[in-house]
């Protein structure tokens, strides 16, 4: 599976920006999807995960209520909808594959910048 982010961007706080992650190769709709984020300095961060069929999702604390994770099986597609930005939300965000749910992600993309500004 290879996997391809866009939708970054600079964004002023409490605006919105929508990510996407387009995957190629087979067998997309039975991988639990998740998009991480890691801030200058800091370690990389699980933000939000969806299951194989976008029946479970996970969230972060510091996401929940303003982050949507959703899927597109048909179009191996994997979004994640932020709204109510904030500064500390400032990351590259990576979306990822994984075969086992949570346990391990086998794929990356290879990022994509998300800037808010205060």
């Known amino acids: 599976v290879q996997l391809q982010a866009s939708g970054g961007g600079l964004v002023q706080a409490g605006g919105s920006l929508r990510l996407s992650c387009a995957a190629s190769g087979r067998s997309f709709s039975t991988y639990g999807m998740a998009w991480f984020r890691q801030a200058p300095g800091k370690e990389r961060e699980l933000a939000a995960h969806i299951s194989w069929n976008g029946g479970r999702t996970y969230y972060d604390d510091s996401v929940r209520g303003r982050f949507t994770i959703s899927r597109d099986n048909a179009k191996s597609t994997v979004d994640l909808q932020m709204n109510s930005l904030k500064p500390d939300d400032t990351a590259v965000y990576y979306c990822?594959?994984?075969?086992?749910?949570?346990?391990?992600?086998?794929?990356w993309g290879q990022g994509t910048q998300v800037t808010v500004s205060s």
């Open positions: 990822a594959a994984s075969a086992t749910g949570m346990i391990q992600y086998d794929y």
